[in-house]
Each structure stands twice: as C-alpha cells, then as structure tokens.
C-alpha cells in the first residue's frame, strides 16, 4: 500500500518539480520552456478528469513482471493521493492559474463588466495596470519570442479556467467572459510593450531627423516644406 | 608554508570582482536608451544564527550576450531599532538595496525595469511600488508554496491542510533517517538499489525549510 502511495506521490510532485528546476536555470534563457511546463502541468497532472502519468523508477528492471499500469484514471488513486492531487491543483490555481480567469485576475470586476438590460456591456475598452491583480511579465516575455506572438498559449490558459456560475455577470456568459478576458490581457501587454519600444525608437528617430535635415537633400525638404506653408 | 591573511586577501578578491562588474555595467548603460536591468530581491533567514541577509542579483542582455549575471550581495541585514520604528521594513529594503546598488553604479529608478522574489509583502512593496519595476513572483517560490500547501509538508504541523499526507511524509523522513544511521540497513539498501536500479542513490536526510 505505502509502495503505492509513493509512486502516485512521486508521479504528481516530479513533474511539479522539473519545472521548478527549470526555472532555477540562471545562464540559459528559459522562460518560454516555462511557460509551456506551466501550461501543460495544468491540462494534464493537474486535470483530476486526465489519467496521472505514473513514473516508476524500477520499471525496465521489471519489465513484464511490473504490475502497475502506466497511468491511472483519478478515481483509481489512493485515496490520499486523490486528496494531494485536488490540493496541488487548487494550489496552482491560487497562486498561478487564477491570473487567468476572467474574474478572480481583476480587481472590482463588477465595474469593468457591466449590464444593460441583460446585455453585455463594458464599462471599459482599455484596461490599466491598476486594474489587474497580478503583472503578466511571462506572458510578456514569452510572448516576445515570435511563435507565441499570436498568444495562443495565453488563450488555452484563459479558456481552460471555470468561472463558478454566482461569479459570471448578468448578461455573459463563460465564453464571452474569457474572450474579454484574452482581449484585456493582450491589449495590456502589447501596450506596455509599445510604450517600451516607443521610448528606444524616440532617440533613434530624432537622430534620422536631424540627419536627413543637415544633408543637402534635407534642406531642400526643409525649404520646400516651408515654401508650402 | 607562509600565512595569508584571510581578511586582506578576501578584501582584494571583493574590489576586483566589483571592477569588472562595474565596467561591465557601465559598458552596458552606454548601449541602453531604456532600463535594463532585472532584479532579484530575497531575503534570507539563516536558521542556525536567526539572522536576516540580504540577497540581491542583476542580470541584464547585451547586443552579443544573453543572461549574463551578478550577484551583488548577500549582506547581514539588521536595521537597528530606531530604523524599525522610523520607517516600514520595505523602506529599509529600498534604502539597504539601493545602498547596494548604487555601489555598482546603478541608479534604481532609471535603471532596474523588471524584478523578481518571493510573495512577502515588504518585498513585494520595496520592488513593485518603491522600485517601481515591473514585478512577477518568482516562479520557484510559488511552486514550493503550492507543493508545501498541497501535500502539508509546512514544519508546523498545525499550518498542515492536508494532515494525512503530513503524517505519511514524517514517516518517510523517519525511515531515511534510520537508514542512514544503520551501517547494515545502508549495505541492504545499496545492494538492493544496485540490484533493481543498477545505481546506487543515497538517501539525502530532509532539509529544515
């Protein structure tokens, strides 16, 4: 029974833990595998619906004497790893995951969406910093990196969270709110990219300016511009 | 076998590195229009001694070079009393850390753009408002939170959630520390590692968290 129960532990806090090792890496640039980690720990050892991947150590000795098979349906764990599983999945969704549900992740969300006779109806277009309760800074950087530039992975994260049905305002629904959702979190991040970039391009740009006005051809713009005016 | 003196040579060893680190830096803010730098803000709680270290880490790109790293300090942190009344620990976080880096030539405020530490609040505070850089959790501290919440394995058995799974990991602990302290359990456990798994791992005694 405790042989058991070790290996269903170990097989759920294994792959916790790679992604905790990888993201000690201090040399390599490893937010994107990271975030990949993250998201697929959330669809899989963390989904109670999915079978749990069980890891034995001892198998290729044992080969056909072994008689664990490879993965195990949740219902078919150990009572306490049962328990730990739920656990460690509402953990994760404490701490992590709830930066992506459309309503835990905001603050006042009853201001930002509100109805209109049962329509959806928002009272914001444009969300702030101030309006999030949590950073997005690996979204951010992940999303720097060209394949994941669409956010497609920020999409499944958003689209994977359960809104409890009290939580999800009159006139939406659980779809449209993650949809907003998505919308509000790309916006925000893409904006805070842009405001980064524009303060590198300023420099940059003025340099080309002056440039092009010291040379020939600049002063002839110069003057025809002036001409014009 | 001539003596060295520890303290000179240790003093020698600090300049120099902080030389290189200095121009290296200083290489590096002649290239950025923007800030550049990310920080890495913890404080450390030495069990043993029951005191408090600052732990502070930069890392920054450069046109060639990606992630390249430093840390700054790991320095005793005892504000004194009268600090402790004046002002709100995070504070004193931001006053001893920008102590620190202004040593290294940086200037907080139009240097550091992103940070990263654990969920305290007076970090948090010192790095996300005082600082005012954009701050994230670091990744490996919520993990250890979410697994010590999960399989209650906190050191305090009354902050245990799960009581069950708790007791199951004491047990374990125990069972490792009985090995390890029988010369005859070890031989038995190596020549059975060795026998299923062709390796022989040690059994490490938990750490105090």
């Known amino acids: ?229 | 076998m001539k003596s060295i003196n520890i303290r000179k040579l240790h003093v020698e060893l600090y300049t120099t590195c902080k030389k290189i680190i200095i121009m290296s830096l200083a290489e590096v803010h002649s290239f950025f229009t923007i800030k550049y730098l990310s920080l890495y803000l913890d404080l450390i709680n030495n069990k043993m001694s029951n005191q408090k270290y600052l732990a502070l880490r930069v890392c920054f790109n450069t046109s060639t070079r990606f992630n390249i790293g430093y840390n700054l300090a790991v320095r005793q942190f005892a504000p004194t009393t009268d600090e402790h009344q004046a002002e709100q620990l995070s504070t004193i976080l931001h006053e001893w850390s920008s102590g620190v880096l202004e040593e290294f030539g940086i200037k907080v405020m139009l240097d550091v753009l992103i940070s990263t530490s654990d969920s305290r609040s007076n970090v948090k505070r010192t790095l996300d408002i005082l600082i005012d850089a954009w701050w994230e959790w670091c990744i490996s501290h919520l993990i250890y939170l979410a697994l010590t919440e999960a399989f209650g394995t906190s050191i305090d058995p009354n902050n245990s959630k799960n009581v069950d799974t708790h007791c199951f990991f004491q047990k374990i602990k125990k069972v490792i520390e009985a090995v390890n302290k029988s010369e005859y359990l070890q031989g038995a456990f190596e020549e059975t590692m060795l026998e299923l798994l062709e390796t022989y791992l040690k059994l490490l005694n938990s750490p105090q968290h």
């Open chain 1, 1 to 229: 029974m405790d042989r058991t129960l070790c290996i269903e532990f170990y097989s759920l806090i294994k792959p916790v833990q790679a992604v905790q090792i990888k993201a000690q890496a201090m040399q390599t640039f490893v937010i994107v595998n990271v975030y990949i980690m993250l998201y697929s720990l959330y669809t899989t050892v963390l989904d109670v619906s999915k079978l749990l991947e069980l890891i034995i150590l001892v198998r290729r000795q044992l080969g056909s004497k072994d008689p664990y098979p490879m993965s195990r349906s949740h219902d078919a764990l150990q009572p306490a790893t049962r328990e730990a599983r739920k656990f460690l999945g509402k953990a994760m969704s404490e701490h992590y995951f709830k930066w992506y549900h459309p309503i835990l992740a905001l603050h006042q969300p009853k201001k930002i969406y509100g109805n209109n006779l049962g329509q959806p109806m928002l009272q914001k277009n444009v969300l702030e910093e101030t309006n999030f309760k949590f950073s997005y800074l690996i979204d951010a950087q992940s999303m720097l990196y060209s394949p994941m530039t669409s956010g497609k992975i920020l999409a499944k994260l958003i689209n994977a969270t359960n809104i409890d049905r009290l939580d999800i305002p009159v006139g939406w629904t659980q779809e449209s709110l993650q949809k907003q959702h998505f919308v509000f979190v790309n916006q925000f991040i893409w904006n805070k990219i842009r405001c980064l970039a524009e303060i590198v391009a300023a420099p940059i740009v003025l340099k080309k300016q002056q440039t092009a006005g010291s040379t020939p051809l600049g002063d002839l713009r110069d003057r025809q511009s002036a001409s014009r005016h």
